[in-house]
């Protein structure tokens, strides 16, 4: 029986390119290999504010997307301490709009969605992941100098795409280096998915 997955971004080119890469190895550690995951390009969300929009959420996707069994909204924390509990209305308000069989999970990123790439990257001498983490800007100061150094800034999207792939290959690096989001999330869907 198949399972899929719709993968909600605030921007999903770029976000995109880190996210269903990730989530596929979430859902292969949960037990669903052979989930279909896919990222949510229509609507395509336009920032954090569209995101959190319950009414577009219910409308343009939960609605719309019926054969969808289990819808993942993931963006940025962007230093926003009260991101979670938005996150968390959310998703307790679009819980009541879901059919048989369907699951709906907001997450944020600690900060960006750009760390889980440096997650599972070894990264340069003098680096230190507390300083990555604690970065409400990581996107545009570590990972922008990050894809330098790997010389990917001049590819579409600075690499995200390629760095994704190597940086998956680290996933356990990923997992216990970003315990409040990866893990966070995956303990939370453990068992009801």
Not at 35 to 62: H, M, W, Y
Request: with cysteine.
């Amino acid at each position: 029986m198949s399972y899929n997955v719709l993968v909600i971004p605030e921007d999903p080119t770029k976000d995109g390119a880190i996210l269903k890469p990730l989530v596929e190895k979430m859902m292969a550690d949960l037990g669903k290999p052979q989930a279909t995951v896919e990222v949510c390009r229509d609507p395509s969300f336009g920032g954090i504010s569209q995101c959190l929009d319950v009414a577009r959420l219910k409308n343009e996707v939960v609605q719309v997307y019926g054969m969808v069994n289990l819808f993942l909204l993931i963006v940025d924390r962007d230093g926003q301490a009260g991101r979670a509990q938005s996150l968390q209305s959310v998703e307790e308000k679009l819980r009541a709009e879901l059919g048989a069989g369907q699951q709906f999970f907001a997450e944020n990123a600690w900060q960006e969605v750009e760390v889980f790439i440096l997650a599972g990257s070894e990264l340069p001498g003098g680096w230190s992941w507390g300083e990555i983490r604690a970065d409400a800007d990581v996107k545009n100061t570590f990972f922008a100098e990050f894809a330098r150094l790997q010389k990917t800034n001049d590819q579409p999207h600075e690499g995200r795409r390629k760095l994704m792939a190597e940086a998956i290959k680290n996933w356990n690096r990923i997992k216990s280096r970003c315990p409040e989001d990866v893990r966070g999330l995956m303990e939370r869907m453990a068992g009801t998915i």
